[in-house]
């Protein structure tokens, strides 16, 4: 496998060019027109394709942050600041499509955006993607460990919460390793089984909704969940492999990204309001409270199921996207890039507080919003250099309305640590 090729799209590639020879042999045989339809349907099949993987990337480990979000800011005023960060969010991720599409080679991040803006934009972003990617992935490791000690504590198995996070890194790291060609397989099946499973949880907690969560609002903490509700929006990095599926096509894979944020965007709200409303004042981070929203207990493995498919959906995008950028952008071999994608947050676990809503916090309002600067000014600066320009609305304010958007997500974050 050269070194242009994730692993990902070196599986992808192999079933295209059995595809591309399946039809040629139609249309040597004269059957040009099934051959047509072959391709109708084989568009429609990667959307759906370039669709789930924009939503399996997106909705991950962040989406229990969202209840804890609502009960400091209260329901209005979080929905308000969270959908604005949705269409901030969704503006950057096609933005980053404006790098993506112009780009004949595969890269990662980094590597798009230094091609724009030059070697030492390239080196910022790439230390930025490297360390945001890496809190990423201690959160979900943090979160996956939580969700395996509830399900071992449901059989009697009591041991300590950091033993279930260690294995959790331990299977991670042995899936994204060993069973490439699996992952590939059942990427699709696991995201339609998360929806499901979201939608589940979400139809237990409507009933139980108390009217009176929704009364107290708190405009002064307006500002407080840009970053936890920036972390579980934002999914750039799944976007050169969104583009991959769709056959590199650009109208496709603009689809893809926006229907893909939307429709994430839509679960992550309702998940967030109604599991806030179901639960009791002061427990909307407790996932044992989230837990007893199923009223029967034979299904309350529901919580624990879904966090778990959440969080290994999200931590093998991220791990195997991490490994592409260090060896495509950085041009390291490809044990470099195992070490630094599962060593740091093993790392971390040892050194660190393991408390999942700050890290998500953190890595949201400061790497990912540095991210999405970088992303906004590189878009910029392309789009103003095309001979069919589009509108000043595209190429100028909207980057600049993103970009105003994620500093203030830093500087908020950077107040709160210099007065805490």
């Not at 005023?77 to 604005?84: A, D, E, H, K």
């Not at 033993?163 to 990427?187: N, P, T």
């Not at 103003?384 to 000043?392: E, K, M, Q």
Request: glycine share 8%; charged share 15%; with cysteine.
């Amino acid at each position: 496998m050269g070194k242009t090729e994730t692993a990902l799209s070196f599986l992808r590639k192999q079933e295209s060019l059995r595809r591309v020879s399946r039809c040629r042999h139609v249309a040597s045989a004269g059957m040009t027109g099934g051959c047509y339809t072959v391709r109708m349907l084989k568009g429609k099949k990667t959307l759906v394709r370039a669709t789930l993987t924009m939503i399996g990337t997106i909705v991950g480990a962040g989406i229990f942050g969202i209840p804890a979000m609502f009960e400091k800011t209260g329901v209005f005023v979080g929905s308000v600041v969270f959908w604005i960060v949705t269409a901030v969010i969704l503006a950057t991720h096609l933005l980053f499509v404006e790098l993506v599409v112009r780009d004949p080679e595969r890269r990662r991040f980094p590597g798009y955006v230094g091609k724009i803006l030059g070697p030492w934009t390239k080196r910022f972003s790439a230390v930025v993607y490297l360390l945001g990617s890496s809190g990423a992935n201690f959160a979900y490791v943090v979160l996956g460990g939580l969700f395996l000690s509830q399900i071992a504590s449901a059989f009697g198995i009591g041991i300590g919460d950091v033993v279930w996070q260690i294995l959790f890194w331990a299977g991670g790291a042995l899936i994204v390793l060993a069973a490439l060609r699996v992952v590939a397989k059942i990427e699709s099946v696991l995201t339609w089984l998360l929806i499901a499973v979201m939608l589940l949880l979400i139809a237990f907690a409507i009933p139980q909704a108390n009217p009176l969560r929704f009364v107290p609002q708190h405009w002064d903490l307006a500002f407080v969940p840009l970053g936890t509700f920036i972390f579980a929006l934002f999914g750039m990095m799944a976007v050169p492999e969104v583009h991959e599926i769709a056959g590199r096509r650009a109208d496709r894979t603009r689809w893809a990204v926006a229907i893909g944020t939307i429709a994430s965007g839509i679960l992550t709200w309702l998940f967030g309001v109604f599991v806030f409303a179901a639960v009791s004042p002061g427990f909307a981070s407790d996932f044992g409270a989230m837990a007893h929203i199923i009223s029967m207990p034979l299904l309350r493995f529901i919580l624990p199921l879904i966090g778990l498919l959440a969080v290994i959906t999200s931590f093998i995008t991220s791990a195997f996207d991490l490994q592409a950028m260090i060896r495509l952008d950085l041009g390291q071999r490809a044990w470099v890039g195992r070490l630094v994608t599962f060593g740091i947050p093993l790392v971390l676990l040892f050194l660190t507080a393991r408390d999942f809503l700050q890290t998500i916090d953190i890595v949201g309002a400061l790497f990912t919003a540095c991210d999405g600067v970088i992303v906004c000014i590189a878009a910029a600066v392309v789009m103003r250099r095309d001979r069919r320009r589009p509108s000043v609305w595209w190429t100028v304010v909207t980057p600049a309305t993103a970009v105003a958007a994620f500093l203030v997500a830093m500087v908020q974050r950077l107040l709160a640590f210099a007065l805490h």
